[in-house]
């Protein structure tokens, strides 16, 4: 075997960039996907149901149909006839004994609760008679026993308005429709004999009520005249009236007196708080009121005092305190303040006494004023209990006028139009035919066919809720938040090594185009600082993880970016038999349970170009679990970090075992794995879950093997429609590449061999 490649040392590179906690990282996916919530039941989701259930939506639809059908076999033929009638109310003006009070001329009935009423008189028993003798009337040759024809018109009419009109629809519904036809025409006759009946009888009973209502109503009106002549003697409003304009004046008056009489004591008030204050401090006499003779006397007073004090200061200033004329101006110094000072007591005794006079006189006039107040509010309540009653009176007066004017007004229109109905019935159209009306067989049909569509779809979406398979792009991002980066196409070949090297090997194929899709969308701005490590993991085998990593690492180191491909799965791993690990070369489990082995030593180059493995061995006495927890698992992901632009790490299925929870806190970001049809929804959760419990955010999903002609209808329908036109748009693959620089894994062969789909 070959010699490995010998692995280049590049300078190391510095730490990358560690996104800002605030800064949100972009995997996460959107909330909303054309205005809706991802896990919304969208039109492309409900045709994918019904084209992958349509057996059930059958079925479920040919069931409820041959139900309809056996119901319509099996079920009674109804008739109906039709009938209409004009019914016409007018506003009762004759009241029967029933109803206590006389209608008041304003009161107005609603034309429609009259008609409404009327109609409920109809579908009551007391029609039963009428409908009876009708229905001889109108078919004197039927034979039928008045028992049997009683018991088949037992069944009740629908009389029903029509909107808008007068018009009322009679309808009889029977077995037999010659009997619809005769019962129908014998309801509409009875509803006219009876409100002829009730008209008569209102009529004849309302005349002599209404006689008896008059009497009692002429004592009530002349018992109200005497009681209302009696209160307008009694409580002499003229009188209380004059009383209260009289209290008004004084009320006036007094208001008048109290207003100068407060207003002097605020005069004095004032210039006796001036007074004190210049006693306190002579000097604010400026502040004293010029408009009172007693201020102007203090101030002239305090004035001379400041000139002979302002004089005497002058003197010192040339003489001292013995000299004559110094000597002389303290006298006079002296004189002038005891005549301030006794101008200020005079004045301010004035104005104490002259307050206090005040004072007095307030409380006087005030004492007066309640006694007025008090009277004319006394006078107020003696006059409204007055007017009160009297108006009480005079309504009761002119309900009592009213009520015998209108008992009147009765009773000479009972007597004038006595034959005058309040309702009346006129027959319009009578029943000529019947219809069947039940049941009826298009509506019925229809109404299965929907019943058994929507219950089909209905079924058949809830078994794809309780399908587990993960089959759609919402499964992932509706169900769990996250973006799914990459769409892998399916491959028709069962090589497992095949479509691992399927980006070197066919670089212009599918697969390797949607590689580098997802190799172009991690080397973005948005990704860019958290994409250099990466970590791919599934939930359990058979995912794709291998393959990905592999197409992965080829697709980053085609670009020219130094890259390595870590194989962490030590218990089966596989990426060793895809890029062939030299000969007695050393693994990464080696690596791990050795001190003295260092992370060069156990690299190897791939054969492609840019590109480097550390690969691994399985051993029975090594314990992964340990070794993948212990420091030179971060000693060897630190090294690959400063020495390559990409490092591409293989991990094992998280759903089995815990290796990739171990790994995910020492790199940028995790690919987890989908594929459908093999995926589970609750086991990729479950996945996600897990490396969100401990810290991980940069998390993205990659749909692995997706086959766009079975799952055109599981959200892949763009990319199904991209599909059909790539054979007709790329190139043809370029010839295979040369065995790389001596490596012993470079692959050959032509490109993949079956044709994607």
């Known amino acids: 075997m070959n010699a490995p490649r010998p692995v280049s040392r590049p300078p190391a590179a510095p730490e990358p960039a560690v996104l800002a906690p605030s800064a949100p990282p972009p995997y996460y996916a959107e909330s909303q996907v054309d205005g809706g919530p991802l896990h919304a039941l969208d039109p492309l989701r409900l045709l994918r149901i019904a084209r992958k259930k349509w057996l059930t939506i059958l079925l479920t639809a040919a069931f409820i149909l041959g139900a309809a059908a056996f119901y319509l076999r099996q079920a009674p033929k109804i008739y109906q006839a039709w009938a209409t009638i004009e019914l016409s109310v007018r506003r009762p003006r004759i009241l029967n004994k029933q109803d206590a009070m006389i209608e008041d001329p304003t009161m107005a009935v609603q034309v429609e609760e009259t008609l409404n009423t009327q109609i409920e008189k109809f579908k009551s028993s007391s029609m039963r008679p009428h409908v009876l003798a009708s229905y001889r009337k109108l078919y004197p040759d039927d034979r ?18 029509m909107r808008h009109t007068r018009l009322v629809r009679v309808a009889y519904a029977s077995r037999d429709p010659d009997f619809a036809i005769r019962a129908c025409n ?47 003697q009694q409580y002499q409003l003229d009188v209380l009236e004059g009383q209260r304009r009289t209290v008004q004046g004084s009320l006036l008056s007094f208001n008048e007196a109290l207003t100068q009489v407060e207003n002097k004591a605020t005069l004095e008030r004032k210039l006796l708080d001036a007074l004190s204050a210049v006693e306190l401090e002579p000097e604010k006499a400026g502040e004293l009121p010029v408009d009172i003779p007693r201020a102007a006397d203090v101030a ?7 000139v002979a004090v302002s004089e005497r200061d002058r003197l010192m200033s040339r003489y001292t305190a013995k000299h ?35 004072d007095e006189q307030a409380d006087s006039l005030r004492q007066k004023k309640e006694d007025q107040l008090k009277l004319a509010s006394d006078l107020d309540r003696d006059i409204l209990d007055a007017t009160m009653k009297i108006a009480a009176l005079e309504r009761a007066r002119s309900a009592a006028d009213a009520s015998f004017m209108g008992v009147l007004y009765r009773i000479q229109e009972a007597r004038l139009s ?8 006129k027959l319009v159209e009578r029943a000529q035919r019947a219809i069947q009306i039940h049941p009826r067989p298009l509506r019925v049909l229809f109404m299965a066919l ?24 919402q499964d992932i991002e509706g169900g769990t938040g996250i973006k799914i980066l ?19 090997t066919h670089s212009h194929g599918e697969m390797a185009e949607a590689f580098a899709g997802l190799r172009s969308v991690l080397d973005s701005a948005a990704y860019r600082d958290q994409a250099r490590v990466i970590l791919a993991a599934s939930s359990l085998p058979e995912e794709g993880k291998t393959s990905t990593c592999c197409n992965l690492a080829t697709a980053c180191a085609r670009t020219g970016q130094r890259t390595l491909l870590i194989d962490f799965d030590l218990r089966r791993p596989r990426i060793g ?23 060069r030593d156990i690299t190897y180059a791939s054969g492609c170009p840019n590109l480097d493995v550390i690969a691994s061995r399985v051993s029975g006495e090594a314990r992964p679990s340990e070794l993948v927890g212990g420091a030179k698992v971060a000693d060897l992901l630190a090294w690959a970090r400063n020495s390559y632009d990409r490092v591409v790490i293989d991990a094992p299925p998280l759903g089995i075992v815990s290796d990739a929870l171990s790994l995910a806190g020492q790199v940028d970001c995790v690919l987890v794995m989908a594929r459908p049809g093999i995926s589970r929804k609750r086991a990729v959760r479950h996945t996600i879950r897990r490396f969100r419990d401990v810290g991980i955010s940069a998390i993205a999903v990659v749909m692995n093997d997706v086959d766009h002609s079975k799952f055109a209808y599981h959200g892949f329908g763009p990319y199904y429609h991209y599909q059909k036109h790539y054979h007709s748009y790329a190139e043809p693959p370029p010839p295979p590449p040369p065995a790389g620089d001596g490596g012993a894994g470079a692959p050959s062969g032509p490109g993949l061999k079956g044709e994607q789909t």
Do not use: C
């Open 144 to 161: 039928m026993s008045e028992d049997e024809l009683a018991q088949r018109l037992s069944g009740r009419a629908n009389f029903s308005l």
């Open 324 to 358: 004559p004329a110094v000597q002389a101006q303290d006298q006079a110094v002296e004189l002038y303040r005891e005549q301030a000072m006794s101008a200020l007591q005079r004045a301010k005794s004035t104005a104490a006494a002259n307050l206090a006079l005040y």
């Open 450 to 473: 929907l019943l058994g569509a929507g219950l089909g779809l209905g079924l058949a979406f809830l078994s794809d809720l309780l399908e587990d398979h993960v089959v759609d792009v």
């Open 418 to 425: 006595a034959d005058e109905n309040t309702a009346t019935v």
């Open 486 to 504: 990459a769409i892998i196409p399916h491959v028709r070949t069962r090589d497992r090594k095949e479509i691992a090297l399927a980006s070197w």
């Open 300 to 306: 002239g007073a305090l004035e001379r005092w400041r």
């Open 186 to 232: 014998a309801f509409a006759a009875g509803a006219e004999a009876s409100t002829r009946a009730e008209n008569r009888e209102v009529s004849d009973s309302a005349v002599a009520w209404l006689e008896a209502q008059a009497e009692s109503q002429k004592r009530e009106l002349d018992s109200a005249d005497q009681a209302l002549l009696d209160a307008r």
């Open 577 to 599: 038999g895809i890029f062939p690990m030299p000969r007695g070369h050393q693994g990464l489990l080696e690596y791990l349970a050795s001190r003295n082995t260092r992370p």
